[in-house]
C-alpha cells in the first residue's frame, strides 16, 4: 500500500465477498502476486498493523480485506464453509501464477464431468479458492 492509496474506490460487480482475515494487508500483497489483483483502496493500518479495510481488484470484480478486531467483539476464526471461485480463460497460467506465489495445491486443473477445467487451491490465510475455466 503506498502512501497514495486512497481509503474509498467504486465497487465492481453486483456481490462482495468481504474476508476477515489474520493480516489484512499482507492477503492484500499475496493476491496482488498470486492472482493479479490490485488494491483499489485501504485504511492505513492502526498502531497494531492491523487493518480496517482494502478494497481490491480481482478478475473484474470487488473484493473486500479486514483483520480481526476481538476487542471489538470481531474474534480471529480461521476461514470455513465458503469457497471463492474465479472464472478465467486460461487455468494453467492462473495456477502456476497462483502456485509460484505462495498458494498451496488442493486439486490440480483437470476436465470436470460438466465439461469446465477446474482446480481447487488454498491461500497462506486459509481460504479455499477455485479456478474455472469454461469450455470452449
Known amino acids: 500500500m503506498s502512501p497514495e492509496t486512497p481509503a474509498t474506490a467504486p465497487v465492481k460487480s453486483g456481490l462482495v465477498a468481504y474476508l476477515s482475515l489474520d493480516g489484512a494487508l499482507k492477503a492484500a500483497a ?3 502476486r498470486a492472482f493479479g489483483a490490485e488494491i483499489a483502496a485501504a485504511m492505513p493500518p492502526d498502531d497494531q498493523g492491523r487493518t480496517m479495510h482494502v478494497h481490491l ?3 473484474g ?4 480485506l479486514a483483520d480481526f478486531f476481538p476487542e471489538y467483539g470481531h474474534a480471529l476464526q480461521q476461514p470455513q464453509a465458503f469457497t471463492l471461485t474465479l472464472i ?3 487455468i494453467d497460467a492462473w495456477w502456476r501464477r ?3 506465489g505462495g498458494a ?3 486439486k490440480e486443473p483437470e476436465e470436470m464431468f460438466w465439461g469446465d477445467r477446474y482446480a481447487q487451491l488454498r491461500d497462506p490465510f486459509g481460504v479455499l479458492w477455485a479456478l474455472n475455466q469454461p469450455k470452449g
Do not use: Q
Open 30 to 32: 499475496f493476491y496482488e
Open 57 to 59: 481488484y480481482l478478475n
Open 98 to 100: 497462483a502456485i509460484e
Open 88 to 90: 478465467v480463460a486460461d
Open 61 to 64: 470484480a470487488s473484493l473486500m
Open 104 to 106: 498451496t495445491p488442493v
